[in-house]
């Protein structure tokens, strides 16, 4: 079993890396490549798409390396490989982006991304830092997560799906944002799991062994 982690220039992947390659090596998950291959990323068998800064760019820059874009499609789309995406990774599973302007994003969950507005405005946004999870629906890459348990974030702008069935845990930021979606073999997780401690690490070697 292999799992690639998909590297296009959006951000350092050294935390990443090193706790993917950790729960891989602790839980007998396979091997861990770090690649922006479109072959690599068609032949793998679970892909990790990260992504920091804003959305715009992380689209365009993963449309820069020839054929990326459309070997992760082919794989998740069609194939049906395990996905999962980190923060704007997770954001371009949706519909739009509308961060800056209006750009496509997978369509995968539908809905859009839009800046975070919390009810107190004593709140600052970038939305920065540990924040409780509440669980909205049971999910094997959940397994041993509950509600309470600690993630943290980094972000301004946060997905709205329009269907509620694919939000499987949010936070309260002066209102509800959404923390993790998923449908089918796809999961997306709006924080950092690779900076999330115990509970970051149990996600990560839930999505490693994670069989849909």
Not at 38 to 45: G, L
Not at 90 to 106: H, K, L, N, P
Not at 147 to 167: C, I, R
Request: net charge negative; with cysteine.
């Amino acid at each position: 079993m292999t799992t690639v982690l998909i590297d296009y220039d959006a951000g350092n992947l050294h935390s990443a890396e090193k706790a993917f390659q950790r729960m891989a090596v602790e839980t007998g998950a396979g091997a861990l490549v770090v690649s922006s291959d479109p072959d690599v990323v068609a032949k793998a068998d679970r892909i990790v798409l990260p992504g920091d800064g804003a959305f715009p760019a992380c689209r365009r820059g993963l449309a820069q390396f020839d054929g990326l874009e459309e070997a992760l499609l082919e794989a998740v789309e069609r194939r049906g490989r395990p996905f999962l995406g980190i923060c704007v990774g997770m954001q371009m599973m949706t519909s739009w982006g509308r961060e800056y302007e209006d750009v496509a994003g997978f369509g995968w969950i539908p809905g859009e991304v839009t800046e975070i507005t919390p009810a107190d405005t004593a709140l600052k946004v970038p939305h920065m830092g540990w924040n409780d999870l509440v669980i909205d629906r049971p999910h094997p890459v959940l397994d041993g997560v509950s509600t309470g348990d600690h993630a943290y974030f980094v972000h301004s702008y946060a997905m709205q799906p329009a269907d509620n069935a694919h939000l499987l845990a949010h936070v309260d930021y002066g209102g509800q944002v959404t923390a993790i979606v998923g449908r089918d073999t796809m999961v997306g997780m709006q924080f950092h799991p690779e900076k999330s401690q115990s509970s970051g690490l149990r996600m990560i070697a839930n999505f490693l062994n994670w069989r849909p």
